[in-house]
C-alpha cells in the first residue's frame, strides 16, 4: 500500500479554492474512475483500490491518497501528475 500527501499553498477565495479542489478530483476521477463527493470542505473520493480527501484550509490544499496494490506501483508518477495539477490550479 501506498500512501501519497500533498500540500499546496494558495490564496485563494473559499470558492475559487473549492473550484480549483473540483477541478483536480475531476482529473483524477478521470483517470482513475473515482466517486467524489463533498462532506463540508473536504472532498472525499473512492474506488477499489483507492481512496483520498482533498481538504480545504485557508491558504492551504491538503491530499491524501491511498493507493491499493497494483495501482501503487504508479506512486511516484502519480504524486508528480497530482502535484503538477495542484500547482496549476491553486494559484490567483
Known amino acids: 500500500m501506498a500512501d501519497i500527501n500533498i ?7 473559499p470558492e ?13 476521477a478521470e483517470q482513475f474512475e ?7 470542505d473536504v472532498l472525499r473520493f ?11 484550509l485557508p491558504h492551504q490544499a491538503q491530499l491524501q491518497l491511498d493507493l491499493g496494490f497494483p495501482i501503487s506501483m504508479m506512486a511516484s ?8 495539477k495542484m500547482r496549476k490550479v491553486f494559484v490567483v
Open 7 to 13: 500540500v499546496q499553498e494558495h490564496h485563494l477565495a
Open 16 to 28: 475559487q479554492a473549492r473550484a480549483a479542489a473540483q477541478q483536480v478530483a475531476d482529473k483524477l
Open 34 to 40: 473515482l466517486a467524489c463527493r463533498w462532506e463540508g
Open 46 to 56: 473512492e474506488r477499489s483500490g483507492v481512496s483520498g480527501s482533498l481538504s480545504l
Open 77 to 84: 508518477q502519480i504524486e508528480a501528475k497530482v502535484a503538477e
